[in-house]
C-alpha cells in the first residue's frame, strides 16, 4: 500500500442522481460536514418525498431533474437504477464534470462514454464499492494478468428482478440450495444482471477487461449476505479474496460499504493526504 501526498481541492460541489438508501446515506454524511465536500442538488424520481427526506439536514438543497445535475456541481454520483445511468453520465460528462458511477455494470454497456469524457475533459471515478483488493488488482495489471474470475453468491431475494432470470425463467426464490444461475463474461454478466454485477464490473475494469474476467453468479438460499470471492493470477501475484457484505437495508442488492466506498472516494479527492493507488 502506498501512501501519496496530493494537492487539495477545498469545496467541491457534490449532486447525487439517485435518492434510494445510499444516495440518502451519502447526503446524509455530506449534510453533517466533510471538509472541501458540500452537497449541492439530489434528483430523484418522488421529489415530495426526497424533500421529505431531507427535513433534518442543516442545508436543504433543490430536488433536480437528472439532466440538471451536472449544472449545480463539480462532482455528480451516480446510484440510481442502471436504466437511467445514460440520463445522469452524459450531461456530467459534456460539462467536463466528475461522474462517479455506482451502477458499474453500466459503464460496460456505454463504451463511448470513455471518449465522451476525453473530448471534453470530464473524469469518470470508479468507486472500489464492495470489491476487495482492487489496489492489488490494479497493480497487477500493471503487469501480465493471466486470469482474473470472481464467484458471487447471493441470497435469492437480491436476485429477483434481473433480466436474465426472467429470459430463462429462473425462480430464484423457489430454491431450497445453492444453484450456479450464470456462467460467463463480466460483459455478459452485466446484461443479464445489471442491478447485481458492479463489483465483477469493476474487477474487469481494474484488470484484463470485461470480455476475458470470468463471472458465475450462485442464488444460495443459505446466506444472508453477499459474498465475492476473487481470484487473480499474473507474473507478478497469485491471489484470492473474499468479502461478505452487509446489504444495505431496504435493498438486498446492494451492500452497506457500497455508499461508505463512495464518500471515501469523495473524500479522496480533496484530501491532502491519500492512502492506495
Not at 38 to 66: E, Y
Not at 215 to 227: F, H, K, M, S, V
Request: proline share 5%; hydrophobic share 45%.
Amino acid at each position: 500500500m502506498t501512501a501519496d501526498v496530493v494537492a487539495s481541492r477545498a469545496d467541491l460541489t457534490v449532486a447525487i442522481g439517485g435518492f434510494g438508501a445510499i444516495g440518502q446515506t451519502i447526503a446524509v454524511k455530506l449534510d453533517r460536514g466533510e471538509p472541501g465536500l458540500r452537497l449541492g442538488a439530489v434528483s430523484a424520481r418522488d421529489r415530495a418525498k426526497a424533500k421529505a427526506n431531507m427535513a433534518a439536514f442543516t442545508r436543504k438543497v433543490p430536488v433536480l431533474p437528472l439532466a440538471d445535475l451536472s449544472d449545480s456541481a463539480d462532482v455528480i454520483v451516480e446510484c440510481a437504477p442502471a436504466s437511467v445511468f445514460r440520463e445522469i453520465a452524459e450531461p456530467a460528462l459534456m460539462a467536463g464534470k466528475i461522474f462517479m458511477p455506482l451502477s458499474v455494470g453500466a459503464l460496460l454497456l456505454h463504451d463511448d462514454l470513455h471518449d465522451l469524457a476525453a473530448r471534453n475533459g470530464g473524469r469518470i471515478i470508479v468507486p472500489t464499492g464492495a470489491l476487495l483488493g482492487l489496489d492489488a488488482v490494479r497493480a497487477a495489471a500493471e503487469g501480465e494478468l493471466r486470469e482474473v474470475s470472481m464467484v458471487t453468491r447471493k441470497p435469492p431475494t437480491g436476485l429477483v428482478g434481473a433480466p436474465y432470470l426472467d429470459e430463462h425463467k429462473i425462480d430464484v426464490l423457489a430454491l431450497t440450495e445453492p444453484v450456479r444461475i450464470f456462467e460467463g463474461s463480466a460483459r455478459d454478466g452485466a446484461k443479464g444482471f445489471p442491478a447485481n454485477v458492479n463489483v465483477a464490473a469493476a474487477l474487469s475494469l481494474a484488470g484484463i477487461g470485461p470480455d476475458r474476467t470470468r463471472l458465475e453468479i450462485w442464488a444460495d438460499p443459505g446466506i444472508t449476505r453477499n459474498t465475492h470471492c476473487i481470484r487473480v493470477d499474473g507474473d507478478s501475484a497469485r491471489f484470492e479474496m473474499t468479502i461478505e457484505n452487509v446489504p444495505s437495508g431496504e435493498n438486498a442488492r446492494t451492500g452497506k460499504i457500497t455508499a461508505l466506498s463512495a464518500l471515501a472516494a469523495l473524500k479522496s479527492l480533496t484530501s491532502t493526504l491519500r492512502v492506495g493507488s
